[in-house]
């Protein structure tokens, strides 16, 4: 198993551009989520899904979009990137949780910078 | 959801036992406490959870009060490999909407292990 990927590793944007970062899992997991993490801070959390065709808004959803069309895939998109959108993007995957929990697991992230 | 508190910083000596504390005086019955690290520029990950017995696998110790309002994380020797952000979060079981709305990470314990 791969795990859950995220591409690319690195992007650089010019303020008002849009990109998607991506994110796929091959653990067949039904949660998904995007965190964010600027300098110093702790992860915060964008959207995330409960499975296919199901996403929502977490703490900080304002200037993203997402969707979740397969159980591996869940893309973010950025449809006007600003500067304070610069920072370390996660995407976090788990099995539904159950009795026993259900520890999330990330990938390597994404370091976006919007200039 | 429930909120934790953790000590910003702390130092151990390497092979010496690493205690962390956690707070997290308001959760919930059906709240997981979680522990995960992450090195400098990875993604975080997973060590331990528990509910309300302690808990040990091949990382790590986790003691949870009998209250339930506080936890210690505790990795038994630590190695310099060990230094790292170590984050205490709660989840609930089963997971709803209005709780994923709020799953922070906050700021965690930078533990650094001296040579």
């Known amino acids: 198993n791969a795990g859950v990927t995220q591409t690319p590793k690195f992007q650089v944007l010019k303020t008002g551009q849009s990109m998607t970062l991506q994110c796929a899992q091959d653990?067949?997991?039904?949660?998904m989520s995007w965190y964010r993490q600027d300098p110093g801070m702790g992860l915060r959390l964008i959207h995330y899904?409960?499975?296919?065709?199901?996403?929502d808004q977490g703490e900080v959803p304002n200037g993203y979009n997402v969707s979740r069309s397969t159980t591996e895939d869940f893309p973010l998109r950025l449809l006007s990137a600003a500067p304070s959108q610069t920072s370390v993007y996660f995407c976090?995957?788990?099995?539904?949780?159950?009795?026993?929990?259900?520890?999330?697991?990330f990938g390597n992230g994404t370091r976006l910078t919007v200039t | 959801d429930a909120k934790t508190t953790q000590p910003p910083s702390m130092d151990c000596a390497e092979g010496r036992a690493a205690n962390l504390p956690c707070n997290h005086s308001?959760?919930?019955?059906?709240?997981?406490v979680y522990w995960y690290r992450q090195i400098h520029s990875q993604g975080p990950q997973y060590i331990i959870h528990?509910?309300?017995n302690n808990e040990t696998n091949e990382m790590a110790s986790l003691i949870i009060t009998e209250d339930r309002k506080s936890s210690t994380l505790i990795l038994p020797h630590a190695t310099l490999r060990d230094t790292a952000v170590y984050y205490c979060?709660?989840?609930?079981?089963?997971?709803?909407?209005?709780?994923?709305?709020?799953?922070?990470f906050g700021s965690g314990t930078q533990l650094t292990v001296l040579p």
């Open positions: 899904s409960v499975g296919a065709g199901i996403t």
């Open positions: 976090a995957s788990s099995i539904q949780p159950g009795a026993r929990g259900s520890p999330l697991h």
């Open positions: 308001t959760i919930s019955g059906n709240e997981y």
């Open positions: 653990m067949n997991h039904e949660y």
């Open positions: 979060i709660v989840r609930p079981h089963p997971f709803s909407s209005g709780s994923a709305r709020q799953l922070t």
């Open positions: 528990g509910l309300k």
